[in-house]
């Protein structure tokens, strides 16, 4: 069975960046979950503060100093 998902490789990118990646994913992709890579703690936090404003959840696994945020509808 394959998982309705989609990938956003926002690592090396500064903010605002990963937050509008996010959001613009949010907004037209349809699936059950978004995983967004991000390597900085202040895009993780604000790819997280975002998200949970627009009532989404969301998972985050550190590896290696890079952080995979899972957002589930």
Partial sequence: M????????ARGRNC???????????????GEKIEVAVDSPTAREN???MVKNKGYK???EEKEGEYYLTITR
């Fill in 2 to 9: 394959s998982e309705n998902k989609y990938f956003i490789d």
């Fill in 16 to 30: 605002p960046e990963p937050v509008l990646l996010t959001r613009k994913a949010l907004n037209s992709f349809s």
């Fill in 47 to 49: 790819v997280i503060r």
């Fill in 58 to 60: 969301i998972s985050v």
